[in-house]
């Protein structure tokens, strides 16, 4: 039974389109993400990851070629110029101020980039915003912003990132593998 | 004119006997040799320089006993350094492969045509 790996076809796919269009004005793909200080007190479980271009190469240093998840990172990393991660956990539903995130999502609605995908669930009370940034046709950044209940996230990679080997990498990173239906040889879930 | 002359000749006896050879007699050279081997001035200047020798051998080892040292903590650092740089990578790919899912979720959610669910792609 084969397990489906095209779950990022969805996204992908408006990727490949973003890559196409038409030259947009150079945008600036690394986001000024504010301090969150005062929430990292708040929070109960925080994340807080800066890598530049040299912690990206350091880090890259100390992946073992020779395991096949560490040669896939590699791979993975390989067109980034940074990754910058802030995640704050919170017991208590929405401590976070949301002014925050919003002064985040207003430097995406500079030129260059593009809202990918925008999920609104009412009944979880989630919301995930995916941006690209998209340079002379070819997509330079992306940015996550996931506002969930108790949790908000928000996730700028700065470079080119492939979606397909980063899902690839899924259950070897932490992330449990999620019950997808197998694919039967015309692509249709099997039953 | 001679009263120079006399003067000259006074003058060569009186060195003549002042530089008259006399015997030292029997036991000069045990004498010499005996105070040769006393003098202390004789062994100082070799033994400051063995002083200097050992200082400066000192000195060096303690040089590349710190310079092995400080390569060893850089090392060290740059171990953890990097250790905690590929922890910080693995953590924000699983963020991120975190935060995908969700989308996902939500979109594949909203395609089965759940209610109270919005997605734009």
Redesign the interface.
């Known amino acids: 039974m084969k397990v489906s790996y095209s779950k990022w076809r969805w996204l992908l796919a408006p990727v490949a389109a973003l890559t196409a269009s038409a030259a947009l004005a150079a945008p600036a793909a690394l986001l000024n993400l504010p301090d969150f200080d005062a929430l990292a007190g708040k929070a109960t479980e925080s994340v807080n990851i800066s890598l530049d271009t040299s912690l990206l190469g350091l880090a890259a240093g100390f992946l073992d070629s020779s395991k096949p998840e560490d040669q896939a990172t590699r791979e993975l990393i390989a067109g980034l110029k940074g990754i910058y991660v802030r995640s704050f956990t919170f017991d208590e539903d929405f401590a976070y101020p949301a002014a925050q995130v919003e002064l985040v999502r207003k430097q995406l609605a500079a030129p260059g980039w593009q809202r990918l995908v925008q999920t609104i669930s009412t009944r979880d009370r989630t919301r995930v915003d995916i941006y690209v940034s998209v340079d002379r046709g070819i997509a330079n950044g992306l940015a996550i912003i996931a506002s969930e209940p108790r949790q908000f996230t928000i996730v700028n990679i700065v470079g080119s990132i492939d979606l397909a080997k980063l899902h690839r990498l899924e259950g070897k990173l932490g992330v449990p593998k999620l019950d997808l239906p197998a694919e039967g040889k015309d692509g249709k879930p099997e039953k | 004119m001679s009263e120079d002359v006399e003067n000259n000749e006074e003058l060569e006896r009186r060195l003549r006997s002042a530089l008259r050879a006399v015997d030292p007699g029997e036991g000069f050279a045990p004498r010499v040799l005996a105070r040769i081997a006393a003098e202390p001035a004789h062994a100082t200047r070799p033994a400051r320089a063995g002083a200097v020798a050992s200082w400066l051998a000192f000195g060096l080892a303690a040089c590349v006993v710190l310079a092995v040292l400080l390569a060893h903590e850089w090392q060290a650092r740059r171990l953890e ?3 905690e ?2 922890r ?23 395609g089965s045509g ?8």
Do not use: M
Not at chain 2, 93 to 110: G, Q
């Open positions: 350094q990097g250790r740089a590929r910080q990578l693995i953590e924000a790919l699983r963020v991120t492969d975190e935060k995908l899912d969700l989308a996902y979720r939500a979109v594949n959610t909203h759940a209610p109270a669910e919005h997605s734009g792609v």
